[in-house]
């Protein structure tokens, strides 16, 4: 085929099944969406490249009603109302809205009404997360179908697919499969658009080895949306895997996301955030380096940052973990919140800078620490109507240097109707 024809069509939508049967990857939601014997509207959520277009249209197909094909990217609510137009001329239309989530709040109420009475059956297709992005009452009126990311097992048969489709005019090596499959990040789609662009550099009957698809694939950037749920996704499994103490884990996921032009600034905030949230008392440590972390970023910038990122997150994946001061801090506001309305301080610990204040008793009965043995001397420190029964938020942990706080906590307080260490 003539790539550079007027008839050109790409691989990935010659290749597109026609019936359930053809479809790879999506056993799991197939017979559910088999029985759908009647039109109901529904919404298709998952990665790129998984089928969603192909199953709207086997949908449409199976229910043989006239459709209508709209995307949310570049269509707004005048097309949308054209549909509702023709729908009263004609009865029920079904429309396929790629991309929903990309219409706003006011774009999907518009939707409502003609679902709710049946004049239009929509099927919606989203990479976004329906629970952040697609209304509640929309939601409602919908069957939500979850499709799954396709294994490499269905995209090896999608490759062999092509390659018969394409007359073997061309081959790869089974080292160049195994590539071509690795860099596709599961989408069908992309699989095929690289596929051809690799033919498309290769005579016919020549053997495109594995060396050749790594050289076209490296000078390609990686995907990814910094402002959508994949950059959420890849952050929190950053934390999480830091907060679990694996630290091969945690630089996977912060080269990935440097890799694909996450700002660097981000992630280095974020890592001051975990060494107080996470590690805390643990690793005195841990806080002072993540902002000097922070400062050779602003300071240095990238690529040499990377190193010291690289170097924080190992230490912070690797260190005793502590979030007894993290949760003293909410422990404290939910106190605040539900016991204290006003906060009267003791006299004894007020301030007395005139005369005026110390006729009114401020400071008076204060027990300089410093004067006693140990630099401590037993005293209640909370408003007086706690006194006799003062709250304890801080709970040292007894991991890494954590357990010194504890230890000397309890060596001092031993005894005290005030503080208490377990």
Known sequence: MNLFSSSYIPLAHRLRPESFDAVLGQNRIMNDLKRLK?????????????????????????????????????????EVRDVFTEADRIGTILLF??????????QQDSLLDVVEKGKIVLIGATTENPGFRINRPLLSRMQVFRLDPLSDEAL???????MILEGKSRSLDSDAKKLLILSSGRDARKLLTTLEALFSLHSEGSLIPSEEVKSYLDSRVVDYDKDKENHYDLISAFIKSMRGSDPDASL???????????????????LVVFASEDVGNASIHALPLAVACLNVVERIGMPEAAISLAQVTSFL??????????????????????????????????????????????????????????????ENYFPEEFANDPPQFYFPTENGMDINLKTQLRKIWSGSKFKKYP
Request: aromatic share 10%; with cysteine; glycine share 6%.
């Open 38 to 78: 009647r039109p109901v509207s529904i919404l298709l959520y998952g990665p790129p490249g998984s089928g969603k277009t192909t199953l709207a249209h086997i949908l449409a197909k199976s229910w043989n009603l006239p459709t209508r094909t709209l995307s949310a990217v570049s269509s707004g609510v005048k």
């Open 317 to 378: 994946a690797s260190c005793p973990k502590s979030n007894a001061s993290y949760s003293a801090w909410h422990s404290t506001k939910k106190f605040i919140k539900e016991k204290i309305s006003q906060l009267i301080i003791p006299n004894h610990l007020r301030n007395a800078p005139t005369s005026l204040h110390k006729q009114e008793g401020a400071a008076k009965g204060y027990k300089y620490p410093h004067d006693f043995p140990g630099n401590f001397v037993e």
């Open 156 to 162: 090896d048969e999608v490759l062999e697919k092509a």
């Open 97 to 106: 809205l790629d991309e929903i989530h990309r219409f706003n709040s006011s």
């Open 252 to 270: 996977l996921y912060m080269t990935f996301m440097l890799e694909a032009g996450e700002d660097p600034l981000f992630i280095a905030r974020r």
